[in-house]
């Protein structure tokens, strides 16, 4: 199981990025998938997530509205559309996969990729 992140950046508050993880070694389409991501000094913290059992999302609250998880198992690729970005919002963001995974909880995912720096600042 392998996972690759991109898409990070710097960007003014306001602004938007999509992350995408390219994924290989599974089937997308039967693994619960997720973003999360971890501020300086914080813990790592789920934002949203794809559940393997009936394919619900889970978004934090701090992102509802503003966020959007897709995954794509042609491409093997999950992506997170990050709009109306905040400075709060800056990151370190990485792509996990679990065939279980348990909500969105970082304990529930077994396969991490490595993460992608998101920083949100004018």
């Known amino acids: 199981v392998q996972l690759q992140a991109s898409g990070g950046g710097l960007v003014q508050p306001g602004g938007s990025l999509r992350l995408s993880c390219t994924t290989s070694g599974f089937t997308l389409a039967y693994y619960a998938v997720g973003w999360f991501r971890q501020a300086p000094g914080k813990e790592r913290e789920g934002v949203s997530c794809?559940?393997?059992?009936?394919?619900?999302?889970y978004y934090a609250d701090s992102v509802k509205g503003r966020f959007t998880i897709s995954r794509d198992s042609a491409k093997n690729t999950v992506y997170l559309q990050m709009n109306s970005l905040k400075p709060e919002d800056t990151a370190v963001y990485y792509c996990?996969?679990?065939?279980?995974?348990?909500?969105?909880?970082?304990?529930?995912?077994?396969?991490w990729g490595q993460g992608t720096q998101v920083t949100v600042s004018s």
């Open positions: 794809i559940s393997s059992s009936d394919g619900s999302i």
């Open positions: 996990a996969t679990d065939p279980d995974g348990l909500g969105c909880r970082v304990a529930g995912y077994d396969y």
